[in-house]
């Protein structure tokens, strides 16, 4: 249920009707707007006496929020959500372009991968050390080694760095981490989610192989509701039947998600289509759609990448990419 306050109404009347929907157990999520405040009932609003609440003098109006995701609703914040991770801001008419290689493999790899990116524009520079592969033979990642090597490839670049946990246990090696990453395997790790919530780190969350985006909105209230609202979404593509491609990118997920939550959302054309040659042309498109930032892989050398080197860009063709994202971006303002 939200509550929309009167324009005028003083920070004592409003912390006082606060105060009394506390009472009767209820979250109240409070959205301060430049010209409204309003205030989003969480928890069993069955015993709100609707009728009462609307004739308070203060109060505009009433409405029940239908859908179950509420602290993620766009009708309970309707400001877009911009999240900032050092100088770089993402959401709300703020895009980030996020690259660098599927894993970190060697401290020479991700030092170059992280300068050659800087040079051609991303923000910021991701890079995995904890690897879910479908294979429990395939290379799982460095881990904390991994961890130690992309924070030296941000000292060296003053790029903010992302990287994927797997597992609550590792949560101590994020502690100089700039976004948490959890991966489409793990959208519904709920223990994991709700672990994340009561940090304070942006946790980018991408979207599960074969979930819809209402399940998305759900898993990012599991975050929210313990505390942490700095959440990023990710569509990466969803299973179809379609086998060209390894993913099937679903671009209306860009403006559905914009209608129904305030949470940016960026696009990872690199997992959604697999194959290094149709990364460009949907990151182009990702960014028409009004994305709020690109999640690309881009390796120095993609043949003999440990991971994902089919859908690796190389830096040259990253740069190419990111003029065009820049010119495709103007064009839409
Ligand atoms: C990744 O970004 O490294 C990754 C594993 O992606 P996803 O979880 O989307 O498969
Ligand atoms: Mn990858």
Redesign the pocket.
């Known amino acids: 249920m939200i509550a929309v306050l009167k324009h005028g109404t003083t920070q004592q009347q409003t912390d006082h009707l606060v105060a009394w929907l506390r009472s009767m157990n209820l979250d109240v999520h409070i959205s301060q707007g430049q010209d409204i405040t309003i205030l989003g009932l969480i928890g069993d609003t069955s015993r709100v006496d609707i009728d009462l609440l609307g004739s308070l003098e203060i109060v505009d109006t009433i409405k029940r929020v239908s859908e179950p995701f509420k602290q993620a609703n766009r009708k309970f914040h309707p400001e877009d959500t911009v999240i900032e991770v050092g100088n770089v801001k993402i959401g709300g008419g703020h895009f980030a372009m996020i690259a660098g290689p599927?894993?970190v493999e060697s401290e020479a790899q991700i030092i170059e991968v992280a300068a050659a990116v800087k040079a051609a524009g991303a923000d910021v520079l991701?890079g995995?050390a904890f690897?879910?592969r479908t294979s429990p033979y395939a290379f799982q990642g460095m881990k904390d080694e991994g961890i130690r090597l992309l924070l030296k490839a941000k000292e060296a670049t003053g790029l903010p760095i992302i990287t994927?946990i797997m597992n609550i246990r590792a949560l101590d090696l994020f502690a100089d981490v700039d976004i948490i990453?959890v991966?489409?395997?793990?959208m519904q790790n709920f223990d994991l989610l709700q672990e994340l919530g009561k940090t304070d780190k942006p946790i980018l969350l991408?979207?599960g192989?074969a979930n819809t985006l209402q399940e998305l909105l759900m898993s990012a209230e599991y975050i929210m509701s313990e505390g942490n609202e700095n959440v990023i979404l990710?569509e990466?593509?969803i299973r179809s039947f379609e086998t060209y491609t390894r993913n099937t990118l679903d671009l209306s997920a860009v403006p559905v998600l914009h209608e129904l939550t305030h949470l940016p959302v960026v696009v990872?054309p690199?997992?959604a289509t697999g194959k290094s040659k149709l990364v460009p042309p949907m990151a182009v498109a990702a960014a028409a759609s009004g994305a709020d930032g690109i999640?690309v892989?881009v390796h120095n050398d993609p043949a003999r990448a440990l991971c994902?080197g089919a859908q690796s860009l190389t830096p040259a063709q990253f740069a190419q990419l990111n003029k065009k994202v820049n010119l495709i971006r103007e064009a839409i303002v």
Not at 183 to 186: D, I, Q
């Open positions: 599927c894993s991701r995995g690897k879910p994927e990453q991966g489409a395997r793990n991408k979207r192989l990710c990466r593509g990872d690199s997992h999640m892989e994902d």
